[in-house]
């Protein structure tokens, strides 16, 4: 049984920091791509992140460009994704979600399985 779990969201003031995490169980997860979504109310759902399988691919939506890292260890079958000078507009649920194969992908269709979701919160 695949099984993903995310930790670190919560309320953050404007122009603070988080570190989101995402455990993977059930799947081999070296070989795999991973990433970050994220849905904010009354939006769909949008990729923020993604890496590949090593690490030596990665890809940034434009909104978040520069301000947010996502990496990986193999290791600890752990992905996660580090959020800096967050604002208003990064209040949503950010769900973690592995790949089909080991490539980057920027569509949901590139996803095989998803974890439950963490809330992030920014106050103004």
């Known amino acids: 049984q695949v099984q993903l779990v995310e930790s670190g969201g919560g309320l953050v003031q404007a122009g603070g920091s988080l570190r989101l995490s995402c455990v993977v169980s059930?799947?081999?997860?070296?070989?795999?791509?991973m990433g970050w979504f994220r849905q904010a109310p009354g939006k769909e759902r949008e990729l923020v992140a993604t890496i590949s399988w090593n690490g030596g691919s990665t890809y940034y939506a434009d909104s978040i460009k520069g301000r947010f890292t996502i990496s990986r260890d193999n290791a600890k079958s752990s992905v996660y994704l580090k959020m800096n000078s967050l604002n208003s507009e990064d209040t949503a649920i950010y769900y973690c979600?592995?790949?089909?194969?080991?490539?980057?992908?920027?569509?949901?269709?590139?996803?095989?399985?998803w974890g439950q979701g963490t809330q992030v919160t920014v106050s103004s």
């Open positions: 979600a592995s790949g089909r194969n080991s490539d980057v992908s920027v569509g949901e269709y590139g996803y095989a399985h």
């Open positions: 059930g799947r081999t997860f070296r070989s795999i791509a």
